[in-house]
């Protein structure tokens, strides 16, 4: 049997191939958050999928605005990252970036903080971010891009998510030196107090209760510089500026604050302030830990209810 396919036919299939052709650049469209499919680049793993715009290059010759959308597919909220790598290992200075045409904001460590999106289906699909960059001293400023999704239970997280904590000039995140913080966490069976997210390491310091006497052999105890960051982002507070905060980094003990020279301390005391001293084997230290980030079972950072982390708990 012969079937004669007339010219119709081949309209009709060329039409539906074209329609299938579209739907499926739309589905995919949906489902990536973009408008445009043009110089896209995809990025999966089993917890998010990325697309950029622009093949996740931004520049300010060509490419200063980048559009990514985000989908989270895992089974809980993530917070998401967008990590701005210098190409060729340039080093630039006076970097600022508009996050969905919002003001200007300095870039600290090359890392902007897109939030938190909840998981798949759960308000919607996908979130869409339009980023772009400037300089006040350069115009050939070129960056790799690369979003990265992490746990919002991470303690870093929970750091940089807290309202008593400020970012300073390096892009580290501190908590203020207000007495009534909500920054304690269990560690090694004693209780310490959270300075911040410092260098990419969480920054705890011993509470009252485990105070130790001065050792020349131990290092690990608290600076001028760290102490005095405590208090304000104001770079100008100086050792006698302290003499009138009130701060969970002041107990009621005296304690040493370690200076850069090797004969001399900064001495807390109930009776003499805040002065510099010689050092002297009666006063006590508070001893500093840099530990790596880690997950939070439980608590509130309350003194009640401490954070409980993963690790030296």
Known sequence: MVIIVGKRFYVVLFSALCISLLLLGFSFSKESGSNDIA??????NNDYRIVYSN???????????VDISVINKSDKKLTFYLYLSEVNEKKYTDVYYSLNENDEVLLSDGVINLGELNSFGENGD????SIEIYSKSDNNLEFNLEVKGTDPNLLSNKIIASDSVYQDTNGSFRYYGEKNVNNYIKYNDDIFRIVGFVNGRIMIISEATTLSNYS???NDYLTL???IKSFSSDSGITVTDILNQKSWLINDKEYWLLDNEDDNAVCTSLDMGVETVSKMSNYYVRNVYEIDDVLVNSGDGSLAHPYEVSYGS
């Open 225 to 227: 510089d760290n102490y």
């Open 126 to 129: 996908y979130s869409n971010y």
């Open 55 to 65: 093949n996740h290059r931004l520049d300010t010759s060509s490419n200063n605005k």
């Open 39 to 44: 110089d896209m680049v995809e990025i999966k």
């Open 216 to 218: 020349p052999s131990n």
